[in-house]
């Protein structure tokens, strides 16, 4: 007997490459999802508290006024390419988390980033167990289901540099 998992709302954002800019970036979209910035940039972590929860990888928006307008460790999941990490806004006062899992494809040149908005597992084995979950419900055949309507292409072209669009 199979075991079905079934897993809260989440919103599905694609992003390609850009070798120009060396940032990911969302091609246009009819329907915006604006907790992930238009651009996001993987680079090594230097900061120790950050590698002491599993994140050898950050990966961000660019800065404005003074802050990166998004920053999240990439922990490596137990599948190659997968990794997950969290988001954070306060509410009244109230932090609220929401868990981000990051799908690189096609050698790197592709990223789906899947956004729980305000889920999250405190317990990390529980948070390793949710990610495995979905990464394995992902990969079969069977759709993860999803409510936003609008799916963005696979992937779309940008100029290299020095060439005109």
Not at 132 to 139: C, E, L
Request: no cysteine; glycine share 6%.
């Amino acid at each position: 007997m199979e075991t079905t998992f079934n897993f809260p709302e989440f919103k599905e954002v694609r992003y390609a490459m850009n070798p120009a800019t060396g940032y990911y970036e969302k091609p246009p979209q009819k329907i915006t999802f604006n907790k992930l910035p238009f651009e996001l940039k993987v680079e090594e972590t230097h900061e120790e508290k950050i590698r002491s929860q599993g994140a050898g990888e950050i990966i961000h928006g660019r800065i404005k006024n003074g802050k990166y307008q998004f920053f999240t460790g990439l922990i490596p999941a137990t599948v190659p390419d997968w990794y997950f990490g969290n988001d954070y806004e306060f509410i009244k006062g109230e932090k609220k988390l929401s868990l981000l899992i990051f799908h690189f494809a096609e050698e790197g040149a592709l990223l789906t980033v899947y956004y729980f908005n305000w889920f999250y597992k405190y317990s990390r084995d529980e948070r390793n167990k949710f990610v495995s979950h979905f990464i394995y419900q992902t990969q079969s055949q069977e759709p993860v289901k999803t409510k936003e309507a609008y799916r963005p292409p696979l992937s779309f072209n940008f100029p290299l540099q020095g060439q005109n669009p």
